[in-house]
Antibody
Framework: QVQLVQSGAEVKKPGASVKVSCKASGYTFTDYYMHWVRQAPGQGLEWMGWINPNSGGSNYAQKFQGRVTMTRDTSISTAYMELSRLRSDDTAVYYC????????????????WGQGTLVTVSS | DIVLTQSPDSLAVSLGERATINCKSSQSVLFSSKNKKYLAWYQQKPGQPPKLLIYWASTRESGVPDRFSGSGSGTNFTLTISSLQAEDVAVYYCQQYYSTPITFGQGTRLEIK
């Protein structure tokens, strides 16, 4: 079955960087875009950006540009999200989620989602 | 950016009764030439990732009970649970995937009355 398995929880100090992984299985990794979405404690869902595992191309939300880098390793079907210059308000659960890009170039819905990775930023 | 505004923020419904959640978009998410509405609904239970319920505004994902239905026009959408079950207690989000940045509604918390 299609599955996205993320790396474990992280605790970081302000100013540090964190790199979260998302290992895909059950489908052809390069056929689907991978998105990253975060959710602060008790809050809603915030889209961070996507990576095209086939080309390595990416598109980041303006809020995160300059701080986020999305990469992939096709040999192990794994996507990565690195966030730098961490602040306390980056404390959140970070999710990866898969979507298609259809023939017209439009993205589709997200399914499935990874189980989430809690990143805690605290001094 | 497309802003999605859900109403209400929270909702308490008796078991077996109908629950209705609304999602209003700041601009159309209808791709006219395909006649597709680029809107999805997700269910999130505590400690779990979101789960896809509905896409194209009204297409139920495989395995989702048929008590869940979606409807709407280019800017106003509705998620309806026809007969609330205990396992439906969750937060529900709408999402537009028409344009980036992809955006979500703020969420609606559904509880049992």
């Amino acid at each position: 079955q299609v599955q996205l398995v993320q790396s474990g929880a992280e605790v970081k100090k302000p100013g540090a960087s964190v790199k979260v992984s998302c290992k895909a299985s059950g489908y052809t990794f390069t056929d689907y875009y991978m998105h990253w979405v975060r959710q602060a404690p008790g809050q809603g869902l915030e889209w961070m950006g996507w990576i095209n595992p086939n080309s390595g191309g990416s598109n980041y939300a303006q809020k995160f540009q300059g701080r986020v880098t999305m990469t992939r390793d096709t040999s192990i079907s794994t996507a990565y999200m690195e966030l730098s210059r961490l602040r306390s308000d980056d404390t959140a659960v970070y999710y990866c989620a898969r979507s298609l890009r259809d023939s017209t170039g439009y993205l589709n819905w997200f399914d499935p989602w990874g189980q989430g990775t809690l990143v805690t930023v605290s001094s | 950016d497309i802003v999605l505004t859900q109403s209400p923020d929270s909702l308490a419904v008796s078991l077996g009764e109908r629950a209705t959640i609304n999602c209003k978009s700041s601009q159309s998410v209808l791709f006219s030439s395909k006649n597709k509405k680029y809107l999805a609904w997700y269910q999130q239970k505590p400690g779990q990732p979101p789960k896809l319920l509905i896409y194209w505004a009204s297409t139920r994902e495989s395995g989702v009970p048929d008590r869940f239905s979606g409807s709407g026009s280019g800017t106003n959408f509705t998620l309806t649970i026809s007969s609330l079950q205990a396992e439906d207690v969750a937060v529900y989000y709408c999402q537009q995937y028409y344009s980036t940045p992809i955006t979500f509604g703020q969420g609606t918390r559904l509880e049992i009355k």
